[in-house]
């Protein structure tokens, strides 16, 4: 049951549970640094907001990793984990 339980939740657990977190970190961060401290000049926001949109990107690339591995190594995982449970 444990092995099955693992193998359902592989591709979740590894990348989209990590990058959903990171993804609101960030946002927060953002929020907290854009608007929380008014006196900035707008070029020092623009390069702040440049900044995450590099880290944005990087999340983004973890996503299609992510989809990439539930899509074509998943199954085959879970046809394995299911073999191995067989009695």
Same mark, same amino acid.
């Given at each position: 049951?444990? !092995?099955?339980? $693992?193998?359902?939740?592989?591709?979740?657990? $590894? !990348? @989209? =549970?990590?990058?959903? *977190?990171?993804?609101? %970190?960030?946002? @927060?961060? *953002?929020? #907290?640094?854009?608007? %929380?401290?008014?006196? #900035?000049?707008?070029?020092? %926001?623009?390069?702040?907001? *440049?900044?995450?949109? !590099?880290?944005?990107?990087?999340?983004?690339?973890?996503?299609?990793?992510?989809? !990439? $591995?539930?899509? @074509? =190594?998943?199954?085959?995982?879970?046809? %394995?984990?299911?073999?191995?449970?067989? =009695?």
């Amino acid at each position: 049951g444990v !092995v099955l339980c $693992l193998s359902f939740c592989f591709p979740q657990c $590894l !990348v @989209y =549970i990590p990058v959903c *977190l990171i993804c609101l %970190r960030k946002g @927060y961060d *953002l929020v #907290q640094k854009c608007y %929380r401290t008014s006196n #900035q000049h707008i070029s020092l %926001r623009k390069s702040m907001i *440049l900044e995450y949109i !590099v880290i944005m990107f990087f999340l983004f690339l973890l996503l299609l990793i992510g989809s !990439v $591995l539930e899509t @074509y =190594i998943c199954p085959s995982v879970i046809y %394995r984990a299911l073999k191995l449970c067989q =009695i």
